[in-house]
């Protein structure tokens, strides 16, 4: 069977180029980038290669990339860093109610051991205020975090407005670009964050590597200690293999990015113009300011697990925003975020794309769905109510449509 990948929003095939890239620093160049032999200079040069391609990537200097294991260390690395920096100045962090778990649970981390997190929610657009963000800060506020395109809905926050802002308070501005980074353009400057979590394996580079941009001045202290590497920001010998595949990867996205955008871009839109055709889809998040290469539709009456495993027995990956934990389905915090109620929060399903997918894969996928979507709702008790015009009860029995 031929399988087709439509989770690159979890992670991206990662590409043959950069395989090539990375192999020798295994097997022949193993060198650890601070030994002063030569296969130690080997490592380091690669490093400074790659950090200089990363760098390129989001428009900062070599010297303001700080390698880490990934997008959830550096957004760690951020938010303790810049709120440990600023220790007994302030204890006030803002983020959104949309972001991923790798900002939201350090800020609940830091909640736990007394700093104040304002949670500012966005619209049922899936996008936040700028001004709703400047209307939280106060004298106390140590750090903003805000993401600049949802991994859930693909949705675009204005970050440079929120930048402006921040820059005008004086306050450390994170942006968690790790779904954006690569796909569309992203520019630090243009932008105006102090600092911005990006990863390796989202933009077909390899897990376990990532980035944190930290604009020279901003003040920041390492959560990992230990012998200083990367500018005393992130203790432990560097991942070589690693850095020099995302360096490569990023040298690529930087390359093709137009490219990639417009190529998804038409595969994304036929899928939304195809799948919004069925009875009762919507689209999760606004079609305008959104990724090109993501699309999240909700179909209500079924269950997006259920839709999940059927489309995977036909050899397609997709992902959807409910979780099954222990006896409940768990809503997605995002879905909810945009205003939803709950019960149609289940019946989300997320296609995100890659320059690997093809119009034909799209076809399969749309000649595919309505067939699994009526399946699903013929057995489902919530449709047979929704259809009859009845009330819908949630697991808990309470009446909520
Ligand atoms: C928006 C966002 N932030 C952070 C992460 C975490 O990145 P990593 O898997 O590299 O730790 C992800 C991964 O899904 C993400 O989508």
């Not at 796909?183 to 944190?212: E, F, Q, R, T, Y």
């Not at 113009?273 to 689209?283: G, I, V, W």
């Not at 959807?320 to 989300?348: D, F, I, M, R």
């Not at 399946?375 to 009330?391: F, I, N, Q």
Request: hydrophobic share 40%; charged share 25%.
């Amino acid at each position: 069977m031929n399988r087709i990948y439509m989770d690159n929003g979890a992670s991206s095939r990662v590409d043959d180029e950069v395989v090539k890239e990375m192999l020798p620093y295994f097997s022949e160049k193993y060198g650890n980038a601070s030994s002063l032999h030569s296969f130690g200079s080997e490592a380091r040069e690669a490093m400074e290669n790659a950090r200089g391609k990363v760098a390129a990537l989001i428009g900062a200097k070599p010297e303001e990339i700080i390698f880490t294991s990934g997008g959830t260390e550096s957004d760690n690395l951020a938010i303790k860093g810049t709120a440990a920096a600023k220790c007994g100045k302030g204890d006030h962090i803002i983020t959104t109610n949309i972001e991923h778990p790798a900002v939201l649970e350090p800020c609940r981390y830091l909640g736990k051991i007394g700093y104040k997190i304002a949670y500012v929610k966005v619209g049922n657009d899936g996008i936040v205020r700028a001004e709703d963000i400047e209307a939280a800060i106060t004298d106390k506020t140590v750090v903003v975090s805000v993401m600049h395109a949802n991994n859930e809905i693909g949705t675009i926050q204005p970050i440079a407005e929120i930048g402006k802002i921040a820059e005008k308070r004086g306050i450390a501005f994170h942006c968690d670009a790790v779904q954006s980074a690569g796909k569309i353009p992203v520019d630090v400057n243009k932008l105006g964050v102090s600092l911005l979590s990006i990863s390796g394996h989202k933009v077909h580079g390899p897990k376990g590597v990532g980035a944190l941009y930290v604009r020279k001045g901003t003040a920041i202290e390492p959560i990992l200690h230990g012998g200083g590497h990367e500018a005393g920001l992130r203790s432990s010998t560097e991942n070589i293999p690693g850095i020099v595949g995302m360096g490569k990867a990023c040298e690529i996205a930087k390359r093709d990015l137009e490219r990639n955008a417009a190529h998804v871009l038409k595969l994304r839109d036929r899928l939304i113009d195809a799948a919004l055709k069925l009875e009762e889809a919507y689209l999760n998040g606004s079609r305008e300011t959104r990724l090109p290469y993501n699309a999240n539709f909700r179909f209500l009456g079924i269950e997006g697990e259920s839709l999940l495993m059927m489309l995977d027995g036909m050899g397609i990956a997709a992902s959807t925003g409910s979780a099954c934990s222990s006896k409940k389905l768990q809503a997605s915090h995002v879905l909810l975020a945009l205003g939803l109620p709950e019960w149609q929060t289940h019946g989300s399903l997320r296609l995100t794309l890659s320059k690997y997918n093809t119009m034909e894969e799209v076809d399969f996928v749309l000649g595919e769905l309505p067939e699994a979507v009526s399946k699903l709702r013929s057995m489902s008790p919530v449709w047979r109510k929704l259809k009859m015009g009845g009330r819908i009860e949630d697991v808990h029995g309470k009446h909520i449509h």
